[in-house]
């Protein structure tokens, strides 16, 4: 059976700092992990979770944590305890879209498509916020507002749509962040070149904020092309 008709996988779960998330992620990929998830576990911890295809050899993935962690400089004796579970298939795209909200970078609001998301629409309450976006049943989603350039007075919002489909850019990375922020702050018009373009969302973002300004963005994978393609089109530029 393969894994896309798989009903269940093998899932290892280990708690650890934000620091050693790194680490515990490359360990689990190198015991056959087939990918792992970081969620928060409470009091500054992660729980960083390893899909497998089938029930590992815990002793062996626990060898690959702790040479992982040896290697990235951040073992310790501490007992490294690891949990496993079974995982039921599901809708994973279903899962995935419900956990997926707005990102606010800047003046601009990170959106999937699914999300009906227009400044200033009226949201009764919140009506004229640039603090959250409005989902397709009305239910107001709060964004990120701590940057002081997205509160300013008078600041213009611009929404950008992302679908990313298995494409790299989506707002939530740090380095689209800082790309985000950096042409906000010295983009002026000129021509923009965004190689590795994945969703597209920083030509995206470039030809939203000066229309006439001469685009190119490029990507040595065809599917990436494609979702960047589709993004322009979502965003009518």
């Not at 305890?81 to 079974?86: F, H, I, P, Q, V």
């Not at 919002?157 to 494409?167: E, Q, S």
């Not at 985000?180 to 190689?195: N, R, T």
């Not at 920083?202 to 000066?210: H, P, S, T, W, Y």
Request: hydrophobic share 40%.
């Amino acid at each position: 059976m393969t894994a896309a008709h798989r009903k269940s996988w093998t899932a290892v779960d280990v708690i650890t700092t934000s620091q050693s998330r790194e680490a515990i992620e490359y360990g689990l990929m190198e015991a056959d992990a087939l990918g792992t998830e970081t969620t928060s576990a409470g009091d500054d911890c992660l729980n960083v979770r390893g899909y497998f295809e089938t029930a590992p050899d815990i002793d062996s993935v626990r060898g690959a944590l702790i040479q992982s962690l040896r290697i990235h400089g951040r073992f310790t004796s501490s007992t490294l305890n690891l949990k496993t579970s079974e995982i039921v298939d599901r809708d994973w795209l279903a899962e995935w879209k419900k956990s997926w909200q707005p990102v606010k970078v800047g003046r601009f609001i990170i959106t999937p498509p699914w999300l009906v998301s227009e400044p200033g629409a009226d949201r009764g309450p919140h009506a004229g916020s640039p603090r959250g976006v409005v989902d397709a049943t009305g239910s107001y989603a709060q964004v990120e507002s701590d940057d002081p350039v997205a509160t300013a007075p008078g600041s213009d919002t611009l929404v950008i749509r992302i679908n990313p489909g298995m494409a790299f850019g989506t707002g939530t990375h740090e380095t689209t962040r800082l790309c985000l922020k950096a042409i906000e702050k010295y983009f002026q018009g000129e021509s923009f070149l965004d190689v590795g373009t994945g969703t597209g969302i920083l030509a995206i973002v470039a030809a939203k904020m000066f229309s006439e300004a001469r685009i190119e963005a490029c990507d040595i994978d065809a599917e990436a092309i494609r979702i960047a393609k589709d993004n322009a089109q979502l965003n009518d530029v």
